[in-house]
């Protein structure tokens, strides 16, 4: 089943606390991203990769790290997390970055950092 | 840049009673237009799309129109049912440069009522 899968769906975490949110698609798509989801604004644009090793930033940046070492992969990493950034997460895929093509999300990771 | 503006909800209707949700955007270029559905507790996934003017996306009876002369891309169904309720985000996807993002708007909570 073609499919993106977060893990984990649930993380409760304390400030400075190093973590990762994996994110892994099975579908040999080229473009992926993420988003954090908070009531109000909507789904806001992380990070992004086009391919292999390459990524770059979206919206909200700051805070956040990611790699993309194979193309299936593209985790999220938090180095120094912040109740900031409590929020709902989500990685999404694309075959690319041509504008009609489909993204593929992710059921979610909803993190809390106190 | 790119924006997505749509009607604020939550939106409450009753089984069998018409949906419209109002969406309109600001673009350069062709983009092409998403909507998006979020059932409680689960990903986004793509309701329908349209990647060119006066294109019509259906989907599970929902439709909306690609309308470039007024910038818009609402939704609607003519009889919405309980399992329905979602929320309801429009999205676009620029043509060219460096828009390669999603860029949502904010969602808008549908609650059907039996």
């Known amino acids: 089943e073609a499919q993106v899968t977060q893990n984990p769906r649930y993380l409760i975490t304390v400030t400075g606390k190093k973590l990762t949110v994996t994110c892994s698609q099975n579908m040999n798509h080229e473009y992926m991203s993420w988003y954090r989801q908070d009531p109000g604004l909507g789904l806001r644009q992380i990070y992004y990769?086009?391919?292999?090793?390459?990524?770059d930033k979206g919206d909200v940046p700051e805070g956040y790290k990611v790699s993309r070492k194979e193309k299936r992969n593209f985790p999220l990493i938090l180095e120094s997390p912040s109740p900031n950034q409590t929020s709902l997460y989500f990685c999404?895929?694309?075959?690319?970055?041509?504008?009609?093509?489909?993204?593929?999300f992710g059921q979610g990771t909803r993190l809390t950092v106190v | 840049g790119n924006s997505v503006t749509q009607m604020e909800g939550p939106v409450t209707l009753s089984e069998e009673a018409f949906l419209t949700i109002n969406c309109t955007y600001t673009?350069?270029?062709?983009?092409?237009l998403f909507w998006y559905v979020q059932y409680p507790g689960e990903g986004l996934q793509l309701l329908l799309k349209?990647?060119?003017?006066?294109d019509k996306g259906s989907n599970k009876g929902f439709e909306a129109t690609y309308r470039k002369e007024t910038t818009s891309f609402h939704l609607e169904k003519g009889s919405v049912q309980v399992s329905d309720s979602a929320v309801y985000f429009c999205a676009l996807r620029g043509s060219g440069g460096s828009n390669y993002k999603l860029t949502f708007g904010k969602g808008t909570l549908l609650t059907v009522n039996p």
């Open positions: 673009a350069t270029g062709y983009p092409s």
């Open positions: 999404a895929s694309s075959l690319s970055a041509v504008a009609h093509t489909e993204a593929f």
């Open positions: 990769s086009m391919n292999v090793e390459v990524t």
């Open positions: 349209a990647t060119k003017a006066d």
